[in-house]
């Protein structure tokens, strides 16, 4: 299964980095080289989740600051109400959603080095999805 997850991480265009190689390949990692390397993705998946959060809920105060200019110019007039409100309850419906499946992903994935692929699976997928919507977000306002 862990050559399934290194496949995958390849075939995603994750590249290993000199430096990862070089430091799996020594007795500083402390464990099997395959090991080590799907940690050192897997803690580069997470660092992509922060930023990847980052960038969506600066996209988010932006749409939201865009949408009030809206209301505040068109005096309120939409087909469904205040934007405003439409836009938290999608995003809050959109984050179970979004939560939810790649936590599937994950556990489909979770085997060996105890559950490692599958955590990292899932942190991907989130990475994925999130700057999905920021460009929904982009696109939509």
């Not at 599937?104 to 559950?115: D, K």
Request: charged share 30%; aromatic share 8%.
């Amino acid at each position: 299964m862990i050559w399934l997850a290194l496949f995958l991480a390849q075939a995603d265009g994750v590249e290993r980095t000199k430096e990862d190689e070089a430091f799996c390949s020594s007795d500083k990692s402390g464990q099997p080289y395959r090991f080590c390397m799907a940690d050192r993705e897997h803690a580069r998946a997470e660092r992509q989740l922060v930023v990847a959060f980052a960038r969506a809920r600066r996209a988010a105060v932006e749409q939201k600051r865009r949408i009030d200019a809206f209301r505040r110019s068109t005096g309120d007039v939409t087909l469904l109400g205040n934007p405003m409100l439409v836009l938290e309850t999608s995003q809050r419906v959109w984050e179970r959603s979004f939560r939810a499946d790649c936590h599937l992903l994950g556990l489909a994935s979770a085997t060996g080095n105890a559950g490692t692929e599958g955590v990292t699976a899932s942190l991907k997928c989130e990475v994925d999805r999130i700057q999905q919507r920021v460009q929904f977000l982009e696109q939509a306002f």
